[in-house]
């Protein structure tokens, strides 16, 4: 019997104390780069579009990459898919640092999203959901969803305090190092499951054909495709949003006291409450996914972001409303991720969630490049993102109500009786 099985029992795992800590790192990097939106575009004299596009086309091969990386888990074991990962990960923050035009951006970011991939939810969720117990898998996928969250709230703020002192291009060398130093969390992730698992005859090529075959697996990736197009274009654009589109900071006032006192610093500060407030909202979300349908819990929070984006848009932008929308939306933000994954793993079977929830994340990258790329390209051709924020609020709509058919119940089992 392996560690992993052997303490499959307890909440708390190696596995998933690696892997938490894992994403928080990755996650910290990732969602800095929003901050990075405008003093690139500046020293380069770029469109607000360049950079987006070469965000857009990170989060793109970021989703493109899940299910790969969920094949090479397969054929490889867990932990060297992961080692991958990281190894692409930290080259591509290394040349990046050195890019100066968008094309070479733009390509590098395909690097950084392939190694995003490699060492994110697809991979650490599918091997802490394995390491659980059925009665600890929900919360224990929230855990890992919310550490994510808690990279979130660290890496903009940082990267805005980092930015005061040092020029972009070094702070993506420090980066590059923070990556490379999860490479010692390798040996705490278990035994490589992926590759242990293959004895037991299964077909990733049979599990495949039976989820395209099923219409709930069609409507939980169509899903997921407005929670990448929300959270991609806020990742990318919201520190700018507020940064133009807020009222002034008073002087004097808390903000000022906190030493916020410019929409700049608001913007990365509401960027991290978002994170701060998902850790409570994602662990909710993996306690009441185990109580509760998970679609029907996934249409209410799709509904209550469609209720709070619409809100936030029709009222005047100030520091309150900011504050108020980000721990809001926060609350909602990453709540979806452990619900879908547990959707996945309770319809399809834990043996090829990998792969599987590997190719329903590219709806939401596919996602998160429209909402990344829409951002860029309306906003230089309105001046401002109050269109491609409607068009959220429309897609959050169409999610609240696509996931209400889904038989949720494993594939083959029969229907509870009426």
């Keep these: 019997m392996t560690a992993t099985r052997a303490s499959s029992h307890s909440l708390i795992t190696p596995v998933l104390i690696a892997g938490s800590v894992i994403l928080i790192v990755n996650f910290a990097i990732r969602s800095a780069f929003g901050v990075f939106q405008i003093p690139i575009a500046d020293e380069f004299g770029w469109l607000r579009a360049e950079f987006s596009t070469a965000i857009a086309i990170q989060n793109l091969a970021w989703g493109i990459g ?15 898919a992961v080692l991958i990962g990281i190894l692409i990960y930290a080259a591509g923050l ?18 950084v999203g392939f190694g995003i991939a490699g060492t994110g939810f697809g991979l650490i969720l599918a091997m802490v959901g394995r390491a659980a117990s059925d009665e600890n898998r929900s919360m224990a996928m929230a855990i890992a969803t919310a550490a994510g969250s808690m990279g979130q709230v660290i890496g903009p703020p940082l990267a805005e305090g980092l930015l005061s002192a040092l020029p972009w291009q070094t702070i993506f060398l420090l980066f590059t190092a923070a990556i490379l130093s999860m490479i010692l969390l390798l040996p ?23 989820a395209a075959r099923d219409p709930s697996f069609t409507l939980i990736f169509l899903g997921f495709f407005s929670c990448g197009y929300q959270l991609g274009f806020m990742t990318a654009h919201f520190p700018a949003l507020v940064t133009e589109m807020c009222g002034p900071i008073a002087p004097g006032g808390v903000l000022d006291s906190m030493g916020v006192s410019t929409t700049s610093a608001l913007g990365a500060m509401a960027f991290g409450l978002v994170g701060l407030a998902n850790i409570g909202g994602t662990l909710f979300a993996g306690w009441a996914g ?85 951002g860029g390209r309306l906003y230089d051709a309105t001046g401002d993102y109050t269109l491609v924020w409607w068009i959220g609020v429309a897609v959050g709509a169409f999610s609240a109500i696509v996931h209400l058919p889904i038989r949720e119940r494993p594939l083959g089992a029969p229907a509870a009786p009426a």
């Design 66 to 80: 899940q299910p790969i990386f969920g094949a090479i888990a397969e054929k490889l074991g867990e932990r060297k």
């Design 94 to 111: 290394l040349l990046t640092s050195f890019a100066v035009s968008p094309g070479q951006m733009q390509v590098l970011e395909m690097a």
């Design 188 to 210: 705490f992730l278990g035994k490589g499951e992926g590759a242990v698992v293959a004895r037991d005859g299964a077909s990733l090529s049979g599990a495949l054909r039976r």
């Design 290 to 374: 185990k109580r509760f349908p998970k679609k029907y819990l996934l249409s209410t929070i799709y509904t209550l972001r469609t209720v709070v984006a619409a809100a936030f848009i029709l009222f005047p932008i100030t520091p309150f409303s900011v504050i108020v929308f980000a721990i809001l939306m926060g609350s909602l933000w990453l709540a979806t991720v452990p619900l879908t994954s547990g959707l996945v793993g309770h319809i399809y079977g834990m043996r090829f969630m990998g792969t599987l929830y590997g190719i329903v994340f590219l709806s939401h990258q596919i996602g998160s490049f429209a909402g990344i790329w829409l």
